[in-house]
């Protein structure tokens, strides 16, 4: 089936420094969502992009659509310890029944 | 506005039993889906649910059958248990069908099953 490949699997930063994850697959979306998922709960909504080359903000947190549709990447600045959690991104195919698929995670962990 | 609902949060099952959950999404959206989380499969696409017609259907087996309700609440039930089933299984509702728009999750409901 359609893959998603997300790295890093897992980061270990210092509070205060930069973070970059990104997702891509040999398929074309049509739409990428990334959500962050606090242990014990479900995942929640940080950005939705919607066109192929589009950059949107949400506070720190900055998340881009690849110009090619098949990849997205999601950076995090200045990172803070509530930062800490597992992101997902999900990308909906272009072709067939258009459902979301999901990358694997990345877990960020944070030292203070 | 209140978010997506799921019940009961957590539950406990022995091999061969049944289980049934519930999941009430956001007023006014149309359309559920349910997922399966595992820490070594990720996130995994069940079924989708949108005016009480089944939508999508992922590659799980029979034994995981849902439906909706005119309200659009929804319910997802696992025959037979299996020690393997032991997962967090998450609800997620749309205003549209899974085809577009945002989807929002519930709070998911643990299943262990021993």
């Known amino acids: 089936g359609q893959q998603l490949n997300q790295s890093p699997q897992s980061m270990f930063i210092q509070e205060g420094e930069d973070v970059s994850m990104n997702c891509t697959s040999s398929s074309i979306f049509n739409t990428w969502l990334w959500y962050k998922q606090d242990p014990g709960e479900g995942p929640v909504l940080l950005i939705a992009l919607y066109k192929a080359g589009e950059l949107t903000s949400n506070g720190r947190l900055t998340a881009q659509f690849g110009i090619t549709r098949k990849d997205s990447f999601l950076n995090i600045s200045a990172s803070i310890p509530s930062d800490v959690g597992i992101y997902f991104c999900a990308g909906r195919l272009i072709q067939g029944a258009q459902k979301l698929v999901f990358g694997q995670g990345t877990r960020l962990t944070i030292n203070p | 506005k209140a978010g997506v609902t799921q019940t009961p949060r957590y539950l406990i099952k022995t091999r061969g039993q049944q289980v049934t959950l519930s999941c009430s999404p956001i007023s006014g959206h149309r359309s559920v889906s349910w997922y399966q989380q595992t820490p070594g499969q990720g996130l995994q696409f069940l079924f989708e649910y949108f005016s009480e017609t089944q939508r999508n259907k992922g590659n799980f087996p029979g034994r995981f059958s849902g439906r909706q309700f005119s309200n659009s609440r929804s319910e997802m039930n696992v025959s037979t248990l299996e020690l393997g089933d032991s997962a967090l299984y998450l609800c997620?509702?749309?205003?549209?069908?899974?085809?577009?728009?945002?989807?929002?999750f519930g709070e998911g409901s643990r299943l262990t099953v021993l």
């Open positions: 997620a509702s749309s205003l549209g069908s899974l085809n577009t728009g945002e989807l929002f």
